[in-house]
């Protein structure tokens, strides 16, 4: 069974017809198969989609466990004395999260290499506590932590890079736990692990680098910038999970990092103080400071043209829109602007007093994209979720909007329906207002709020929650896309979801892709585009990020 991407009346101009095949394997088909030790490569055009995959066993949580884990010795203290109500069995599980507002369950990576209609071709699995000892080391991400394992290029296209942490599979709250040298005594989960950077290469070969960035919560996004000789990390995040001022550590491992790669095996690593890369805070807009460090809620990242690029689209902080770092210092004097011709990458950390980290917080070197929203979250009337994004050239951005992940009645499906910004968003620069301007949404296809099967999943209501099980797209995610020969982009992107469960982060939910007319920027001009679903998580898995594979020919990126 195909589909295609294609209206009838755009297929004329299309010289050769990229075939969608909708995937219709189990997660039984591909979720075991560990292809490390063999004669394993990425090959130049196939695509990598992040896959976590929960191991389903009641085992891994006990009736009644008092959480986080370890609690009782901190300063934040323990949630209800009931203790969790359910066991480690999926999805049930993951309506302790209702409980415990810190829950979840470190699970096992893998890297699923498709064809760009979404075919499988192999599968590759991070290392982890579960496989043979690996020299490069191991890491787990959290499920059912959304806003993680986003793949990006390299700047030079040959490694694939992604963040995660350094943990067992199966550990419990390790996503806002501390990290070893950043720890916040108010943060009632009581534990510390180290986050980590992964990079793999065309023959899924891992190093990792180890950081004590985003203590109390998760790196998202890292792009490695290895051209003209260059070697460091830019990556994004969220940091905190305690109270009000955090320490240092927390504010300085928030947002944006810059992080230079460890040269030798995880287990002779010791990660030292953290290095932001850029920082952004309200009062440069005149008005009033937030919480220090959590204006830099960041969720998606690029580069492109030697500017590099954030996305804020969640928490009560800051403002959800699009940024950018401003290696010049002039082009955003109160907070708004656009990058300035010709000015480099960053090279080095950001700059700052630490006598007034913990009061004043890191000094603003970013500024919001002129034409995207700059309205804090506090005070805005309307909001959008930004959380990928992607140039197709200089003058169109498309930005993935997940949507703002309401489920909280029994009109959730009703009111995901209705949202006019999640989806897809194009936007166009107009280079006589020097601002960038939304041409349209695009939703067809995404089927918002439509609430579908997925196999072995419970019927009806979950009973923690009084809502139904079956998940509906809420919006997009991760993505990222090409431009082909006949004038069209062709993007691909992982969907969020929304439901009665007890975190719509645990819900299967789907890979996605569509055509859309470069030049066009006219609601009616696409209103024949839709979205086809190319794949569909299977029972107790989820898909996170997608990418093009190592050592793509770099047409076929444009956001690097």
């Known amino acids: 069974m ?16 990229l075939a969608l095949t909708v995937l219709a394997a189990s997660a039984s088909a591909y979720a075991g198969d560990f292809s490390q030790g063999r004669d394993f490569h990425y090959w130049p055009g196939n695509l990598v989609v992040s896959r976590s995959v929960y191991d389903n066993k009641p085992s891994n949580v006990q009736v009644g466990m008092i959480l986080p884990v370890n609690c009782a010795n901190t300063t934040g203290g323990c949630g209800a004395s009931t203790g969790a109500p359910y066991d480690g069995t999926y999805p049930y599980v993951w309506n302790d999260v209702l409980y415990d507002g810190s829950f979840g369950i470190t699970a096992r990576i893998y890297l699923d290499q498709i064809t760009p209609g979404g075919s499988l071709v192999d599968s590759l699995e991070v290392p982890n506590s579960q496989l043979p000892a690996a020299m490069e080391g191991e890491l787990v991400t959290s499920f059912s932590s959304k806003s993680e394992l986003s793949l990006h290029l390299s700047l030079d296209h040959k490694y694939l890079t992604f963040m995660g942490y350094v943990a067992p599979v199966n550990a419990l709250d390790v996503s806002n736990a501390n990290t070893p040298g ?8 009581g534990q510390n692990f180290y986050r980590a950077v992964a990079t793999v290469d065309r023959d899924g070969r891992f190093n990792f680098t180890e950081t ?3 203590s109390g919560d998760n790196g998202r996004a890292v792009i490695l910038n290895d051209r003209d000789g260059a070697n460091y990390f830019y990556t994004a995040g969220n940091a ?8 240092a550590g927390v504010v300085l491992g928030a947002g944006a990092q810059f992080i230079t790669p460890a040269g030798m095996p995880e287990v002779s690593q010791t990660p030292g103080a953290n290095t932001p890369l850029a920082s952004f805070s309200v009062t440069v807009l005149g008005d009033k400071a937030d919480k220090i460090g959590k204006d830099d809620n960041f969720r998606g990242m690029t580069v492109f043209n030697n500017v590099v690029y954030y996305t804020k689209g969640s928490g009560s902080n800051g403002v959800n829109t699009v940024y950018f770092v401003d290696t010049t210092g002039t082009a955003c004097p109160k907070g708004v602007g656009v990058p300035v011709a010709g000015a480099a990458l960053p090279t080095a950390a950001l700059s700052y007093n630490a006598a007034t980290l913990s009061t004043a917080g890191l000094p603003t070197n970013m500024c919001i994209l002129a034409g995207f929203p700059s309205t804090p979250v506090k005070t805005a009337t309307t909001l959008t979720y930004p959380f990928a994004l992607w140039f197709a050239d200089a003058n169109t951005l498309y930005v993935a909007d997940e949507g703002d992940g309401y489920a909280g009645g029994t009109d959730l499906y009703a009111h995901a329906a209705a949202q006019t ?19 349209y949404t695009l939703q067809a296809g995404l089927e918002l709020g439509q609430p579908y099967t997925v196999r072995d999943y419970p019927t009806g209501n979950n009973p923690g929650t009084n809502l139904p099980w079956a998940p509906a797209t809420d919006g997009l995610r991760n993505m990222t896309g090409r431009v082909d020969a006949d004038g069209h982009v062709t993007i691909w992107a992982t969907t969020s979801t929304t439901s009665g469960g007890g975190d719509v982060g645990a819900d299967p939910n789907r890979l996605v892709a569509i055509r859309d007319d470069l030049k066009n920027t006219s609601v ?8 086809v679903t190319l794949r569909s998580a299977a029972f107790a898995e989820v898909l996170r990020g997608v990418s093009f594979t190592p050592d793509s020919d770099k047409r076929h990126d444009g956001g690097h």
């Open 2 to 17: 195909t589909k295609t991407l294609f209206s009838r009346s755009s297929r004329r101009q299309v010289a050769a017809v």
């Open 182 to 189: 950043a720890v916040d005594p108010t943060n009632p989960d």
């Open 212 to 214: 004590n960035a985003y």
């Open 240 to 247: 905190g999970n305690g109270s009000n001022p955090q320490p």
């Open 421 to 439: 910004t999640a989806g897809l968003q194009k936007w166009v620069f107009n280079a006589t207002t020097q601002s960038w301007t939304l041409a």
């Open 524 to 531: 009616a001009g696409a209103s024949q585009e839709k979205f």
